[in-house]
């Protein structure tokens, strides 16, 4: 019978058959330690020549890096393997003898990986990135299952932006002009005006000109809208979701935060409420700092960075001008210059995870809003009435999938958290 390695620690001091490559070999004559990967985990194997067949020690002995087999052996408990546990071999059966592989276990220049992305993934590394990813998404639908969400999915293609027109990704839709979808928070606003809270989970599209260690051309974006839900409780909603994300991380995947060496006494914190900064105390902040910074511009990741330094948990800074954000936000009903908006910075300088507001729900401003914004209110009709039938103060967030896998994992760039990243200039592979 199979087994995989993630579940040798059932069959101890028994016979289990195992589908998996050779990740590294290394010899004494006598003995040779097999460093075995099957996906689910790394365990080594050691084949004694005085005690297997002839053949199963040829068959070892041809064995080159990345090579299939099927191995055989006896499961047995080892407190200083790694995985716990070590094979004694009995058997091996050969699939295929690789051919030179191209990522030998030295180090490598990040173009290289990058032009061998498909081959890179299977290094301890990136496999140990790709399971917290996927711990990620499990705890996310698990975080809105448990509270009364409901999952909805907007489109890919739309006909109009919903984040401003410069990073737009066009294409023709029959005779038609289209557009990837930026954020499918517009469809999410009509969704929670039909199911209450919702939320989405998918793929998003920006033509961003920018090479920065935070951005992709192609992110995944978890976008929760809630109804009769306002800026304040918005952000304690917030506080919740990322912390079950992380709590739930820290428990169910301390091999692969060990793997990467992730000092987690940081991300311990992420629990209960989190501190918040106004974008005004915010700018004072940084002008002490020798920012020459104005009240008025907008963050670039250095500031983000010395604001989270002041902090050891994520922090909000809330109520940006309205001149520098989105045209649904809602004005402050007393500072209308501003708007009830907050964006979560994660802390360790891993920048902005979450941008949200409370949406506009007055339809005259919101026609004003089309209008300075230059935004045709024929293509916008549909989003204009929901507010016409029965507005209701509602918000939501946008939660970028990749910037928070870095951030738990500890990478200093996006594009190890994304399976196949696209970025500025690189489609391939
Ligand atoms: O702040 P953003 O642009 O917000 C929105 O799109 C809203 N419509 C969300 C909403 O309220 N429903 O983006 C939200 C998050 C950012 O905080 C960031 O984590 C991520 O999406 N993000 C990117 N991640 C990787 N590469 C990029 N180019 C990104 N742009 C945004």
């Not at 026609?367 to 939501?396: M, N, Q």
Request: proline share 5%.
């Amino acid at each position: 019978m199979l087994t995989t390695i993630a579940q040798v620690g059932q069959h101890v001091g028994q016979e289990v058959r195992i589908g998996c490559w050779l990740y590294n070999k290394r010899s004494s004559g006598k003995i040779q330690f097999l460093q075995l990967r099957d996906g689910s985990g790394f365990i080594q194997g050691v084949v004694v020549k005085a005690e297997v067949a002839e053949n199963v020690w040829e068959n070892a002995s041809q064995l080159t890096q990345e090579s299939s087999l099927y191995i055989t052996g006896v499961v047995r408990a080892d407190d200083r393997a790694p995985s716990g546990y070590e094979l004694t071999v009995t058997g091996v059966e050969i699939i295929q003898i690789a051919q030179e592989y191209p990522i030998s276990l030295k180090e490598h220049g990040v173009d290289f990986l990058m032009d061998h992305r498909h081959l890179w993934l299977r290094t301890p590394r990136q496999r140990a990135v790709m399971a917290i990813r996927s711990e990620v998404i499990r705890a996310v639908y698990e975080y809105f299952h448990e509270n009364g969400f409901v999952k909805v999915d907007p489109p890919i293609l739309t006909p109009t932006s919903a984040e401003g027109t410069t990073n737009l990704f066009h294409t023709k839709y029959f005779d038609e002009d289209a557009y990837l979808s930026q954020s499918g928070q517009l469809y999410m606003e009509a969704a929670a005006m039909a199911l209450g809270r919702v939320y989405s989970f998918g793929p998003t599209f920006r033509a961003e000109k920018s090479k920065t260690r935070r951005h992709l051309i192609e992110f995944w974006m978890i976008e929760p809208e809630m109804a009769f839900v306002d800026h304040e409780e918005n952000l304690r909603i917030q506080e919740a979701f990322v912390s079950h994300v992380v709590q739930s991380v820290l428990k169910n995947c301390q091999r692969e935060l060990k793997t990467l060496e992730r000092d987690t006494t940081k991300l311990q914190n992420v629990t209960g409420s989190f501190p918040r900064i106004t974008y005004d105390d915010a700018i004072k902040l940084l002008q002490e700092k020798g920012s020459e910074i104005k009240w008025g511009d907008d963050f670039g990741a250095p500031d983000e960075t010395l604001i989270a330094d002041h902090f050891d948990k994520p922090v909000f800074i809330t109520h940006y001008p309205t001149e520098i954000k989105a045209f649904y936000m809602k004005p402050h009903p007393e500072r209308p210059e501003v708007v009830l908006c907050a964006d979560m910075i994660a802390p360790e300088g891993y920048g902005e995870i979450i941008g949200g507001s409370q949406r506009i729900d007055d339809p005259e401003l919101l026609e004003k809003r089309f209008a300075e914004h230059e935004l045709s209110e024929e293509a916008y009709r549909w989003y204009l009435d929901l507010r016409k039938y029965g507005t209701v103060p509602h918000s939501g967030f946008g939660l970028g999938l990749e910037r928070t896998v870095a951030w738990i994992c500890g990478l200093d760039h996006v594009r190890e958290t994304i399976p196949f990243p696209r970025m500025l200039y690189r489609l391939y592979p």
